[in-house]
């Protein structure tokens, strides 16, 4: 009798640790068009808050990967903006770009730690 046994690959992460990176900028000085008109017309004070998310990766990853990666990152975003956006305006801006890179050279100490554990 033949033996089937269930074979389950290691899975591959999206994002590998060693090529995740996380970058803020503080920008010291912002507007939204309006000058605060429309906030104030809803009630508030006119003082806006505004986030802009930007995730680049590699090229490689599928259209559905891609798609599920910006719906939870933005179910991420909504829960932790959510305290915010009930105190004042925010605006909350996510966008992906696939690379189709013109040059890409990598130079780094940081992969081979990560690679260790693998």
Do not use: W
């Not at 990853?61 to 105190?87: D, I, N, T, W, Y």
């Not at 305006?89 to 690679?115: M, R, W």
Request: aromatic share 8%.
């Amino acid at each position: 009798m033949p033996c089937s046994r269930s074979v389950t690959k290691p899975v591959k992460p999206v994002f590998p640790p060693g090529g995740t990176r996380v970058l803020a900028y503080p920008a010291p000085h912002f507007a939204v068009s309006d000058g605060g008109a429309a906030g104030r017309a809803a009630g508030g004070d006119g003082d806006y808050g505004f986030a802009y998310l930007n995730l680049r990766m590699g090229r490689g990853r599928s259209e559905a990967v891609q798609q599920g990666v910006g719906r939870a990152l933005m179910a991420v975003a909504k829960v932790h903006f959510e305290p915010m956006m009930a105190a004042m305006h925010v605006g909350v801006t996510l966008q992906i770009d696939v690379g189709a890179e013109v040059f890409d050279a990598k130079h780094s100490t940081l992969h081979p730690l990560f690679n260790k554990s693998a």
